[in-house]
């Protein structure tokens, strides 16, 4: 499979553009338009369910008509009419946004190519707390995780792109707000879904179903809604990948070696469970009282096993090397073979669980020109391990005698998705092939809560200004108490007295169609661990009878302490809106300011070296709590012209700000995991075998400042008589504070066991606010139907960025995390009688990760060490036969053309990881009362 050229792609997306208006200049008018009228976005409108893919693109357009700013949206016939798993996948067909995969499924949403913590995420208008990440040592901090709500219980999503001073503030990318339906505005119904989901990789077929219903009485008084949504999927992804490249002397020639090479087999058993209700009543016509509550439980059983060899860490890989073997390209080691080396057998289990309850009482008072509207809400998201991070590990011996293995990266990796070769003469189906070496454990637990009350209060009228009609005067508040908790512990288990690891702990042979796909010569299948067995014969020495603790359950030591945290924070805001028209040239408008307070406490532990009263070094744990405080203005003004009774300009300038990640705010000092371990349990011998490179880590930083930005927007909106519209957005951010990891040298502390204090140099990477950024594009969106039932919808964004960061050598330019200079998205549809079919292709451009390929938001200062995912696309499909009015059966296709994923670091000629993760179908019925 050869990667498709950007301009290729460029081509195809101008190519919709240009055929989506000859074919909406073709269009035949109908009586009525999407929307004639002009109104705000939260006005209340009857909500009929349907199942027509163009009347869900007309009703998204019918908001985006509305808005009082710039803004995109999508309704609920949109969601539910493609393979979206949740609402990450319904929203990547709005210009400007774009979403990250895992597994196959998306889980985070840039919005204005910034990443993920750059976008507020709100539910009814209400923030959301935030799952952290527990299965590794990064945190996505206030990255919300979309996987946690299913599509097929939202009513509709609205993002917001220009602020106005009552949304909350916190996204300088934009406000994503979901909602769930109004009782009282929704017909009433029964709709319910059943249908199997079967993954291509792993060939399993696992049943999903939808059921959802409301009422309403008579009067439109009373009414309820509901639903529960249950999901499974059990899927199989491979990756091939290494950590970094080390500079080897290679026949007199310097080389970049890539370290161990991994190849990793993951296998996930992934269920969500998700129910939502709505009461709400109209004791008088001016008053509606409303409740509300969503409830999710997304549960992750994970598999991975892992295959790596030893390459560029080695210090002798120069002598170890085969003599001619080395395949060198653009001075990068892309093959070669090695004899002696080792290999290493190992695997990680855990069980996540991410839990997630929003409760939310609110009431509208409506009568006499005022309007007021106070609401109090509840969000809490518990993120746990029911089973914590299980880590075993055997290997070979070191210089094992006659042992061999090769690598061949093939011509181009990254471009073609696939590697040439992975050998090794070493039998991995026999149990003995890497010997038992260590097992190791990772409880970790996070609480995030958020307590918010918010009012609105507004007064409509018509005040004559010479041409100016000031209509209406909104002020309003804003109080929100988060807090977060993060526990983790880090354990080397032992055996149980008596117990003892034989061949039969590690016979679990891994599914033959491994790497099939990717890499052409392979060695093959392995053997990997019985889990059962060995959390049956170990136990956490002197703490817990098991390897199944929580992080409460065990006393935490100096390093549990150093890398756990909790931090408090208060937000107070207030802002006053003042809506105004001028009929004489079209005009429409609001024009607000919006002050906002945010108080934080972070609390975390910091470690010293001592001396102890016999004068032995000692480790001295102190609490620490550090405090701060920031307000900003917030001014915002938005200007909506109807030039004709089709054609709309919008203008808007703003004032906005994002919030530092929780997880940047931490006091935390989290050395590398597998150090910790080791020195906890044998001192400073772990320290001395290591190389200076392998000593390193992370934390955070509670004096950040929060990023701000100042934003110019401009939007050129048509829509057609009858169905769709064309839309071009210009936008310029300019950020301040923005911030940046950097690396410096600290004396780390750790304790071990035995209560002995080491110390030892570390390279901790720090965030810090280190410079500006400017972050331009243009956005394109078109929805038209063509003629015969066809019809086609479609969305570019084209973004330029550059960060300028102060660093110890001077100022120099960086790149941005998370930001693709290109994505698009294509969505041919048809309906003609009962049939109906969608597809929809999006691609996004290359976009600097993390180290765990997950976008970040921070700037990189080195490009040579970015880790780039590399310009990848999808494609999703939904086909429907409606068999009377209320029964359909359909079929839907997700990343039907098998595309996989990859990464470089710093250039394409320095591979980092190739992901497969397969197609995957559903098939059912859907039935709508």
Not at 213 to 230: C, E, H, K, M, Q
Not at 490 to 510: C, E, I, K, W
Not at 526 to 551: C, L, N
Request: glycine fraction near 10%; charged fraction near 20%.
């Amino acid at each position: 499979m050869t990667r498709t050229t950007l301009a290729t792609r460029l081509l195809a997306g101008c190519a919709l553009f240009g055929f989506a208006a000859a074919a909406a200049a073709q269009a035949t008018d109908a009586a009525a338009g999407p929307d004639d009228g002009a109104g705000g976005a939260g006005e209340e409108a009857e909500i009929v369910i349907t199942g027509s893919f163009a009347e869900s693109l007309n009703d998204a357009l019918r908001i985006k008509r509305r808005a009082d700013s710039i803004a995109d949206a999508v309704s609920a016939a949109d969601i539910g009419d493609f393979p979206s798993v949740n609402v990450a996948e319904a929203l990547q067909r709005l210009p400007g946004v774009s979403i990250s995969r895992e597994a196959g499924e998306g889980q985070f949403v840039s919005v204005r190519g910034l990443g993920p913590n750059f976008s507020n995420v709100t539910l009814n208008g209400a923030p959301i707390a935030y799952n952290e990440n527990i299965r590794n040592s990064d945190q996505s901090g206030r990255q919300f995780q979309f996987r946690v709500i299913p599509a097929d219980l939202i009513s509709g999503i609205v993002v917001t792109k220009a602020p106005t001073a009552d949304i909350i503030d916190g996204g300088i990318g934009g406000a994503v707000d979901i909602r769930i339906a109004s009782p009282l505005d929704t017909a009433s119904f029964v709709s319910a879904r059943a249908f199997g989901h079967y993954e291509q990789r792993t060939e399993e077929l696992t049943p999903n179903g939808s059921l959802s219903a409301g009422w309403r009485n008579d009067a439109r008084t009373l009414g309820v809604i509901g639903g529960i949504s249950y999901q499974t999927r059990k899927v199989q992804f491979e990756r091939f990948q290494h950590f970094g490249y080390t500079d080897r002397v290679i026949a007199g020639q310097t080389v970049s070696v890539p370290n161990d090479v991994v190849t990793t087999l993951e296998r996930e058993d992934r269920r969500r469970l998700s129910a939502m209700g709505g009461v709400e009543w109209a004791p008088i016509p001016a008053l509606r009282l409303k409740a509300e509550a969503l409830y999710s439980n997304f549960n992750n059983e994970i598999m991975e096993d892992r295959v790596s060899f030893e390459w560029g860490t080695r210090a002798d890989f120069a002598s170890k090397l085969v003599p001619g073997s080395a395949v060198i390209k653009d001075g990068v080691l892309y093959g070669g073979e090695l004899r002696g080396g080792r290999i290493n057998r190992n695997a990680e289990f855990s069980e996540q669980t991410h839990e997630n309850l929003f409760l939310q009482a609110s009431a509208t008072y409506d009568a006499s020109g005022w309007r007021i509207a106070p609401s109090f809400s509840y969000s809490r998201a518990d993120s746990g391990l029911d089973l914590p991070l299980q880590r075993i590990d055997g290997r070979t011996a070191d210089n094992q005698p006659g042992l061999v293995y090769s690598l061949v990266y093939g011509d181009d990796p990254v471009g073609n998705r696939r590697i040439g070769r992975v050998q090794t003469n070493l039998d991995l189906t026999q149990a003995n092939a890497a010997p038992f070496y260590r097992y190791r454990i990772r409880p970790t637990n996070s609480l995030d809560d958020d307590k918010t009350a918010l009012v609105d209060i507004s007064r409509t009228f018509e005040a004559d200004l010479g041409g100016f009609v000031l209509s209406k005067i909104s002020v309003g508040g804003q109080y929100t108490d988060r807090s977060r908790d993060y526990q983790r512990r880090d354990r080397t288990v032992s055996l149980r007295p008596g117990a003892s690891v034989d061949g039969s702990f590690v016979d679990q042979l891994v599914p033959s169609n491994v790497f099939n796909q990717m890499i052409d010569d392979f060695y093959g299948r392995w053997v990997s661990y019985d889990r059962d067995a060995f959390k049956d014969a170990f136990i956490v020495p002197g703490e817990y009878d098991g390897t199944d603790p929580q992080s409460d359950d065990l006393v935490a030591n100096g390093q549990d302490l150093q890398q756990s945290y909790a931090i408090g924070e208060k937000i107070k805001a207030g802002y006053v809106r003042a809506d105004f028209a001028a009929d004489a040239i079209g005009l429409r408008g609001n024009a607000g300011l919006r002050y906002v307070t945010t108080s934080t406490e972070v609390d975390g532990t910091i470690l010293r070296a001592g001396t102890g009263p016999n004068g032995a070094a000692t480790t001295i744990i102190e609490p620490a709590r550090f405090e701060g405080k920031y307000d900003e203005w917030l001014p915002s003004l938005n200007l909506n012209f109807d030039l004709t009774r089709n054609l709309v300009l919008r203008l808007a300038a703003s004032r906005s700000l994002t919030r530092p990640s929780l997880a940047d705010l931490r006091t935390a000092t989290v050395p590398n995991s597998s150090v910790i371990s080791d020195v906890y349990d044998r001192g400073q011998a772990a320290i001395d075998e290591r190389p200076a490179s392998a000593l390193n880590g992370v934390g955070g930083n509670p004096d950040l400042k929060p990023y701000t930005a100042l934003n110019f927007d401009a939007s050129l909106e048509y829509y057609f008589d009858g169905f769709g519209g064309l839309s071009v957005a210009l936008f310029h951010k300019d950020i301040k504070n923005f911030i940046g990891s950097i690396g410096r040298t600290e004396q780390v502390v750790l304790n071990t066991r035995t209560g002995q204090t080491v110390t030892a140099d570390f390279l901790i990477t720090r965030p810090q606010n280190i410079g500006d950024a400017k972050v331009s594009g243009i956005e394109i969106g078109a929805a038209v139907e063509i003629a015969y039932g066809f019809g086609i919808a479609g969305s570019a964004t084209f973004t330029d960025s550059e960060a300028k960061i102060e660093t110890p050598a001077g100022l120099i330019k960086a790149q941005l995390q998370g930001v693709s200079d290109t994505s698009f998205s294509i969505s041919p549809f048809f309906k003609l009688g009962p049939v109906e079919a969608n597809f929809s292709y999006t691609w996004r451009s290359d976009f600097s990760t993390n180290g765990n390929i997950s976008p970040g938001s921070n700037a990189v200062t080195n490009p040579l060490d970015a880790i780039v995912q590399d310009g990848s696309g999808t494609l999703d499909m939904s086909a429907k036969v409606k068999i009377n009015p209320a029964l359909e059966i359909f079929v839907e296709g997700t990343n039907v053309l098998d595309e996989r994923q990859a990464a470089y670091q710093g250039t394409e000629a320095r591979p980092y990881q190739i992901h497969e993760y397969g197609r995957s179908f559903n098939f059912g019925v859907r039935a709508s009362f």
